[in-house]
């Protein structure tokens, strides 16, 4: 047999698949020490060990057999997989909304390569209807792959370019935009397309996936169909990020574009808004608001674009016995902007004062934030926050850490007048400051707790 047939495989585990002429693509029974397994073997990443064979289950999922464990195996059948979805022409359909898709990349427009083991930007806006072809019966939907880029390599140049692409589209009529982004830096794209992209009169929607496109557990489609319902049916017309809710598949929210954070690494339901509520809540079968006050959709093609950006504002979270140097480096770099982010009610320590004041004479824009994210800055309660306040910083209320950011970017990019850069951040666009957190919009759980794990028991995580 060939060694073309066995993608990846070498040494111990090599040799295992030779003795008993199975080959990667082969559908197999296995005898092992655990047990009797059935799947098809897949291919290894070259940067894998020479342990294991992987097949896939019939429930979908890929195991790994340790080659010591394994007394026979029996090629039952062959039929190579195709990973790649073909493309396929959206069908019209009238009385449908009109809504475009674009894509960026990440993991809702991904597949695994089995060359590396990686999950890597593969499918275009056009495969994703061939594998989410329930689309179809919700919109009209066109599509355009403006990047092909994880989350993590979005930023500027993308931000404005998205910007730029929607005030366009808008003006065409589409009723709905879907944007199609990786999880990790989604929040961040959410708030600068909030400040680029405002007085909208159709929904802008961000969507991604936790788990990619192949794995039995993804939420690629059921984000993408409800992303798409959002887009084409909702009357909030803001930016908005939808993501699963519980992390079982009853149903999606439709987060404010300022007001989200991706919370957990993993969880399908890692998107949460923080110091208030979620916009909506979200099914295949209706949309159900949260919040009373929102952006009305409107009839009109008005849109005010403002992509601007600029590249050198940056965040300085800090730490106990932060070394003045740190700032120092920052402005010296030429760095003319910086979001604080403090411990508490917004403080840090006295050894920074020196470097604050030196960082204000040359005119760096300085804003605080808090590490805890939820709540408000309070720099009038204590003698540290009074004295930053004197030697420049400005508290931002509510303003998440990355928001400001962002806002701060954003500002920066059109001026650079320090009363004008003042007033633009305390000035609410889109709730990036509001002016108090409702009584629920504070809820984190800890688990062992009797009343909580009654609860969990009741409802779901």
Same mark, same amino acid.
């Given at each position: 047999?060939?060694?073309? /047939? ?8 090599? =040799? ?16 092992? +020490?655990?047990?009797?397994? @059935? ?15 992987? !097949? ?13 464990? !394994? ?36 993991? /809702? ?9 990686? *999950? ?11 594998? #989410? ?7 009209? %939907? =066109?599509? @355009? ?112 574009? +300022?007001? #989200? ?21 979200? $099914? ?53 902007? /910086?979001?604080? *982010?403090?411990?508490? %009610? ?5 050894? %920074?004062?020196?470097?604050? @004041? ?35 910083? #400005? ?19 059109? +001026? ?15 709730? @990036?400051?509001? $002016? ?7 809820? #984190? ?17």
């Amino acid at each position: 047999m060939d060694n073309d /047939i066995f993608q990846g495989y070498k040494g111990a585990a090599l =040799e295992v698949l030779k003795k008993y002429q199975v080959r990667v693509w082969g559908t197999t029974k296995v005898d092992t +020490t655990r047990g009797g397994f @059935e799947g098809t073997v897949l291919p290894r990443s070259e940067n894998d060990d020479d342990q294991h064979i992987v !097949i896939k289950i019939i429930t979908g999922y890929n195991i790994g057999l340790d080659v010591n464990t !394994i007394l026979g195996m029996v090629e039952t059948g062959y039929k190579k997989a195709n990973y790649k979805i073909p493309e396929k022409q959206f069908p019209y359909t009238k009385g449908l909304p009109k809504v475009k898709l674009f894509g960026t990349g990440g993991t /809702i427009a991904s597949r695994l390569d089995y060359r590396t083991g990686a *999950v890597i930007p593969a499918f275009s806006p056009g495969e994703l209807y061939g594998a #989410v072809p329930e689309l179809a019966d919700i919109c009209n %939907l =066109e599509t @355009e792959k403006i990047f092909a880029v994880f989350s993590e390599n979005m930023g500027p140049t993308q931000y404005k370019a998205l910007a730029i692409a929607i005030g366009k589209e808008i003006e065409k009529g589409v009723d709905g935009i879907v944007i199609g982004h990786g999880t990790d830096t989604l929040h961040h794209t959410g708030a600068a397309l909030s400040f680029m992209c405002q007085n909208l009169p159709v929904p802008v929607v961000l969507v991604g996936s936790q788990r990619s496109s192949d794995r039995p557990s993804s939420d690629a489609a059921l984000n993408l169909m409800h992303a798409m319902k959002a887009a084409g049916e909702s009357d909030i017309a803001e930016v908005m990020i939808c993501m699963f809710g519980p992390t079982s598949d009853e149903y999606g929210l439709l987060h404010k574009g +300022t007001r #989200v954070r991706k919370m957990h690494s993993s969880y399908r339901s890692t998107f949460r808004t923080i110091g208030d509520t979620p916009l909506a809540m979200i $099914s295949r079968k209706e949309i159900n608001p949260i919040k009373k006050i929102y952006n009305k959709r409107r009839p009109d093609k008005n849109v005010t674009i403002l992509p601007y950006f600029s590249d050198k504002v940056t965040m300085l979270y800090y730490y106990p016995a932060m070394s003045p140097d740190v700032l120092d480096a920052m402005v010296d770099k030429g760095y003319k902007g /910086i979001i604080f *982010v403090g411990t508490g %009610l917004g403080h840090v320590n006295k050894e %920074l004062y020196p470097a604050i @004041e030196r960082a204000h004479a040359k005119g760096v824009h300085m804003f605080m934030t808090l590490q805890t994210l939820w709540g408000f800055v309070h720099m009038f309660v204590y003698d540290t926050g009074r004295d930053m306040m004197a030697k420049g910083i #400005v508290p931002a209320g509510n303003m998440l850490p990355e928001v400001a950011w962002v806002k701060l970017s954003w500002i920066l990019g059109q +001026t650079d007048d320090p009363e004008k850069v003042k007033e633009m951040m305390l000035t609410p666009i889109n709730d @990036e400051i509001t $002016s108090r957190e409702p009584y629920n919009g504070y809820l #984190v759980y800890q688990g062992g707790v009797p009343e909580v794990e009654e609860f969990i028991k009741r409802v779901h995580k």
